[in-house]
């Protein structure tokens, strides 16, 4: 138990946190500790809540680098098609913005498997298990309801026994007082033996008083020993319906989990396949020398230069 | 004033001008210069301006380039804290959560897939930030060393040109001089030619010395203008050749723009492909993630809970306790 100092305080169902933890080392069948169930049927509602917060905001994110991705292709191209570039490179240069600007259909991908195959399937499994009305969710209450049921009489077998016990236990100090009393007085030599008798009286009254509230404390006992397997049976047989519902929530994480990690894989995403051919094509097509001809062809020194030639007058 | 006669422009057949888009044209030669350049031989007067424009255009697209990358490596960066701090925060509150046992361990690991994928576009960022655009800033400054208001390199070939053209210009000046007296010469001499024609017999001899005179004038400035001209055809060569020279260093200055863009797009793809194809981050990503999926143990975290919680926990049942002094 001491090795946990290094662990992060953790919520109320875990044992770590022994002091402030009410249901640690308690066992499952006293009163109350159904709630630790309970309790735990809570956390999964809130779990699944979480669940969702988290990776709505994931997706948020993505959405944001993606627009942002397209506003910026969109914007360079626009800027590099009306700049003083010219041939070739221009090209080349549109169209690496274009092909790096395939990773926002990537994301896109992405973030349309994070929606529909992980947020999505956790809302509709929250709705379907866990559906409300007004104030809390219908299956917790009704498994706290069966619980409280299944508990019940146990609870007041116990009232019974504790009652039943120190109604003996008062008997039994009252029997010792009396006992004591009675060994003083006889042998106190100046006792009267009116008070003799009387202690001894007193003592035989305390003494069946004793026994019968012994035997009904007993037979209290020998009652919830008889009781208990049924009790225990029937708290068990809501426990594992809780069980079950956990076992369910538990399976649905898993396969929401791995969706989330097939969401998240890029190695094959045709997109980038498209870019990286994008990027070696645009590379190809730069031709320095042919931008450097063209230019020259225009305005360079293979133009049509008019040379001065005699010009004579014309009428 | 047209002093030559031009022949029509016709841009060579192989290159093709892209089609210009309304009448500012975005593309083709139009475009590049304005208008007013194209058309014009690059060895007339002053056409050579459009080579300094080219150089100085150099500048600002390698300065729009960097600015480009800029922006890119900004919004990878944003990505990038944006993921670190989404996955660092719900780490925070998963361990605080209600969650429990294998379940949670995947949990956070999925988490965690936040923080690798802002690793590896922070490592895009970074590329861009760190190694490519100060390359290029560094680029820029080499190449376009500025003393005071202008270039050093452009204003160094605006001079060699203007040195080759001087005594060029020159020459074209004298020609436009001698022609213009060669025609004034001539239509003197018509108008002297007419006047004698019509003239009375007492002024015949004085307009036929003047119309003689004018005709030997005529003679004169012909044979200037002549010269010129052929002064003009002696000295083209050696003309061309000169500022070929200097036209050719401008070519030279260029290509070596063009040949560094080409390098720079190439970084550019490298660094975008590194971050998402092969990706060593990303393949740990997937194997770590893979690795505490095939952890993922429904059963075992039922039954860590019913040990400490349920059933298997220890009751304490109610005893006979006998009573003690």
């Given at each position: 138990m001491n090795q946990v100092q290094c662990i992060f305080p953790q919520g109320q169902t875990t044992p770590e946190r022994v002091l402030s933890n009410p249901w640690y080392d308690k066992g499952f069948c006293e009163p109350n500790q159904y709630k630790a169930a309970i309790d735990r049927c809570k956390g999964g509602y809130e779990s699944c809540e979480l669940f969702i917060e988290i990776f709505s905001e994931r997706a948020r994110i993505e959405r944001e680098y993606i627009s942002n991705l397209e506003k910026w292709s969109a914007a360079s191209i626009k800027e590099i098609s009306q700049s003083k570039e010219f041939g070739t490179n221009k090209k080349a240069w549109i169209e690496s913005i274009r092909a790096s600007k395939e990773i926002g259909s990537t994301h896109g991908d992405i973030v349309q498997r994070l929606q529909e195959n992980v947020i999505d399937k956790m809302v509709s499994y929250k709705k379907e298990n866990y559906g409300k009305s007004i104030l809390h969710v219908k299956k917790i209450k009704e498994f706290e309801r069966d619980f409280e049921q299944a508990q019940k009489s146990?609870?007041?077998?116990?009232?019974?026994?504790?009652?039943?016990?120190?109604?003996?236990?008062?008997?039994?100090?009252?029997?010792?007082?009396?006992?004591?009393?009675?060994?003083?007085?006889?042998?106190?030599?100046?006792?009267?033996?009116?008070?003799?008798?009387?202690?001894?009286?007193?003592?035989?009254?305390?003494?069946?008083?004793?026994?019968?509230?012994?035997?009904?404390?007993?037979?209290?006992?020998?009652?919830?020993?008889?009781?208990?397997?049924?009790?225990?049976?029937?708290?068990?047989?809501?426990?594992?319906?809780?069980?079950?519902?956990?076992?369910?929530?538990?399976?649905q994480f898993k396969t929401l989990f791995a969706a989330l990690h097939q969401a998240l894989i890029i190695e094959k995403d045709s997109h980038l396949l498209t870019m990286t051919d994008l990027f070696n094509k645009s590379a190809a097509a730069h031709d320095a020398e042919k931008d450097i001809q063209w230019w020259n062809s225009h305005f360079g020194s293979d133009t049509n230069t008019a040379w001065p030639s005699f010009e004579e007058l014309k009428d | 004033m047209n002093l030559f006669s031009r022949k029509s422009v016709i841009p060579p057949p192989s290159l093709s001008p892209s089609p210009s888009i309304g009448s500012a044209a975005t593309a083709g030669p139009e475009a590049f210069a304005n208008n007013s350049a194209y058309g014009?031989?690059?060895?007339?007067?002053?056409?050579?301006?459009?080579?300094?424009?080219?150089?100085?255009?150099?500048?600002?697209?390698?300065?729009?380039?960097?600015?480009?990358?800029?922006?890119?490596?900004?919004?990878?960066?944003?990505?990038?804290?944006?993921?670190?701090?989404?996955?660092?925060?719900?780490?925070?509150?998963l361990v605080k959560s209600q969650e429990y046992g294998t379940n949670k361990k995947v949990w956070d690991q999925s988490v965690t897939t936040g923080e690798q994928m802002a690793d590896v576009h922070g490592i895009l960022s970074s590329s861009l930030t760190d190694s490519l655009i100060p390359k290029l800033r560094q680029w820029r400054k080499d190449n376009y060393e500025k003393s005071l208001v202008h270039y050093k390199k452009t204003k160094e070939f605006e001079k060699d040109f203007i040195d080759a053209q001087k005594s060029w210009a020159k020459l074209l000046d004298k020609i436009s001089e001698y022609k213009s007296s060669y025609y004034s010469a001539c239509k003197t001499a018509k108008l002297a030619d007419n006047a004698e024609r019509t003239a009375t017999e007492e002024q015949r001899r004085k307009l036929a010395d003047k119309a003689e005179v004018a005709r030997r004038e005529v003679g004169f400035a012909k044979t200037k203008y002549e010269q010129a001209i052929n002064e003009a055809r002696e000295q083209r060569s050696s003309y061309e050749t000169a500022m070929k020279n200097v036209f050719e260093r401008t070519q030279t200055f260029e290509r070596k723009r063009l040949d560094f863009f080409k390098e720079t797009f190439d970084e550019y793809s490298k660094v975008i492909e590194t971050a998402t194809i092969d990706n060593p981050i990303l393949k740990k990503m997937n194997?770590?993630?893979?690795?505490?999926?095939?952890?993922?143990?429904?059963?075992?975290?039922?039954?860590?809970?019913?040990?400490?919680?349920?059933?298997?926990?220890?009751?304490?049942?109610?005893?006979?306790?006998?009573?003690?002094?």
């Open positions: 146990w609870i007041k077998l116990l009232d019974k026994i504790n009652k039943s016990r120190r109604d003996y236990q008062d008997a039994q100090r009252l029997l010792k007082k009396a006992e004591t009393a009675e060994k003083i007085i006889e042998s106190d030599r100046g006792a009267e033996e009116e008070q003799k008798s009387q202690m001894k009286l007193s003592v035989s009254t305390y003494k069946k008083q004793s026994e019968a509230t012994r035997s009904k404390y007993q037979q209290n006992i020998e009652d919830m020993k008889n009781t208990r397997p049924n009790y225990e049976n029937s708290m068990k047989e809501v426990l594992d319906r809780t069980h079950a519902f956990e076992r369910r929530r538990l399976t | 014009r031989g690059f060895f007339e007067p002053g056409a050579y301006s459009i080579a300094l424009k080219r150089c100085e255009n150099g500048h600002d697209l390698a300065q729009q380039l960097a600015d480009m990358y800029e922006e890119r490596a900004q919004l990878e960066l944003v990505y990038t804290n944006q993921l670190r701090a989404w996955s660092r925060k719900w780490h925070g509150e194997e770590d993630y893979q690795a505490s999926l095939n952890m993922h143990s429904s059963d075992q975290d039922l039954t860590w809970w019913d040990q400490n919680y349920g059933t298997q926990t220890n009751n304490r049942w109610p005893e006979y306790e006998e009573y003690r002094d």
